[in-house]
């Protein structure tokens, strides 16, 4: 094996100063933009170009800008980048050019191996897509609650805490486009639409004009 060993380093790490961090320096003095130096990784008796696996910097168009480009090799074929990250810091999986802070094309999972629930948080953890263990529901979380749940199986939830309006609101500028398709081919269905109101409430159905009641 190969051991790389140097000096005891006291600096403090200083992502800008590889003095402070590099013991090992590959370098290509080439310019050209898409130049490239790395390391390269092989598990077979012979050497073929094609067969690498490795990371390497890639050579962008500024004054030494490069991405981080992961490669691997697969079965029978020839080996190919899976993952970049770029010089602006954008980490792409199955594409080179990723437009966001991660960019995957392709199926993605968020497994939690212990059981526990399963979360996508969207700017801070009160707001995101929470998926729970234990029943398997998914819900929608806005400000710390839950806004939707989509039932493991069948069903879906709207909860509110508005005290004027709906819980589903439906909007639209064009006066021309249909608002509410509700639609079942199902010719045995008993009820197209079925409203029931487990309270004691004077109207069920109210029907507005600028305000003002004109049927319920």
């Known amino acids: 094996f190969l051991e790389i060993k140097r000096a005891s380093r006291t600096t403090t790490f200083n992502a800008g100063d590889s003095d402070t961090w590099a013991d090992v320096l590959v370098r290509n003095p080439q310019t050209q933009p898409n130049s490239a130096t790395g390391i390269a990784f092989q598990l077979d008796s012979a050497y073929h170009t094609n ?11 500024g004054d030494y800008e490069a991405d981080m ?13 899976k993952m970049r990250l770029t010089s602006g810091g954008l980490l792409g999986i ?4 990723p437009a966001h802070k ?4 392709g199926n993605a999972l968020l497994n939690n191996s ?4 399963h979360h996508l948080y969207l700017g801070n953890t009160s707001y995101g897509i929470n998926v729970i263990a234990s029943s398997g529901d998914m819900h929608l979380t806005s400000n710390g609650s839950n806004r939707l749940t989509v039932k493991n199986g069948a069903g879906v939830e709207i909860t509110s805490t508005l005290t004027t309006g709906g819980d589903v609101s439906i909007v639209s500028s064009s006066a021309s486009n249909t608002k509410l398709l509700i639609e079942n081919n199902n010719a045995s269905a008993n ?3 079925q409203i029931d109101s487990s309270n004691d409430r004077d109207s069920v159905i109210q029907l507005l004009e600028n305000g003002t009641a004109k049927w319920d």
């Open 94 to 97: 199955g594409t080179n050019s």
């Open 102 to 105: 991660i960019e995957a094309v």
């Open 69 to 81: 480009v992961f490669i691997t090799r697969g079965n029978a074929v020839p080996a190919s980048e």
């Open 114 to 117: 212990s059981g526990s629930s």
């Open 191 to 193: 009820a197209l639409l």
């Open 51 to 61: 067969g690498s696996t490795g990371i390497c910097a890639v050579h962008g168009t």
